[in-house]
T-cell receptor, first 114, second 112 residues
Framework: GAVVSQHPSRVICKSGTSVKIECRSL??????MFWYRQFPKQSLMLMAT?????????EQGVEKDKFLINHASLTLSTLTVTSAHPEDSSFYIC??????????FGPGTRLLVL | AQSVTQLGSHVSVSEGALVLLRCNYS??????LFWYVQYPNQGLQLLLK??????LVKGINGFEAEFKKSETSFHLTKPSAHMSDAAEYFC??????????FGTGTKLQVIP
């Protein structure tokens, strides 16, 4: 149980285009999902907390107009990187919280912006 | 406020030897503590968690961790390392319904 999927697993796009990443909790409902970014050889950096039916809460320094988050249902959150640039290339990981304390993570999405 | 310190960004052990990955935490509320493992180009997999029940927590793949409040520690151990244990390990702390704060990670190398 507690499986989280992400799609796509890898994406390559041209600079200036937008990319949408989906995060789904497959066998449980998640009112709260999280989006992280991970740079090579570093830990996870929380970008935003996604709450079903309400606006996402962004961490300090994360541009909300650039990283659009939508949590339209209890099993799906999406992250859209708008007008992507090479510096947005990274590994993006989502997680979904089950219960009070435990987050289950998706397999990650590798984004490369050319 | 909460934080996690993982001592040692790289740890090398011989196959069959004891694995010990160190984690110290700080939290202003009773903590929930986690160990996650990450294999290259993959997400994080939950190894085990402490949620105020037994202080010795057993997880998957033979790993266990002991919560020591007096030492504010939650070290991860495994009696005998296997080649498949080579990965990055993250310790994390949460106060419940709050953000999870991750340590900087420890890369475990297993030498045959």
């Amino acid at each position: 149980g507690a499986v989280v999927s992400q799609h796509p697993s890898r994406v390559i796009c041209k600079s200036g285009t937008s990319v949408k990443i989906e995060c789904r909790s497959l066998d449980f409902q998640a009112t709260t999902m999280f989006w992280y970014r991970q740079f090579p050889k570093q830990s996870l950096m929380l970008m935003a907390t996604s709450n079903e039916g309400s606006k996402a809460t962004y961490e300090q320094g994360v541009e909300k107009d650039k990283f659009l988050i939508n949590h339209a249902s209890l099993t799906l959150s999406t992250l859209t990187v708008t007008s992507a640039h090479p510096e947005d290339s990274s590994f993006y990981i989502c997680s979904a919280r089950l219960g009070e304390e435990t987050q289950y993570f998706g397999p990650g999405t590798r984004l490369l912006v050319l | 406020a909460q934080s996690v310190t993982q001592l040692g960004s790289h740890v090398s052990v011989s196959e069959g030897a004891l694995v010990l990955l160190r984690c110290n935490y700080s939290s202003s509320v009773p903590p929930y503590l986690f160990w996650y493992v990450q294999y290259p180009n993959q997400g994080l997999q939950l190894l085990l968690k402490y949620t105020s029940a037994a202080t010795l927590v057993k997880g998957i793949n033979g790993f266990e961790a002991e919560f020591k409040k007096s030492e504010t520690s939650f070290h991860l151990t495994k009696p005998s390392a296997h080649m498949s244990d080579a990965a990055e390990y993250f310790c994390a702390v949460s106060g419940g319904y709050q953000k999870v704060t991750f340590g900087t990670g420890t890369k475990l190398q297993v030498i045959p």
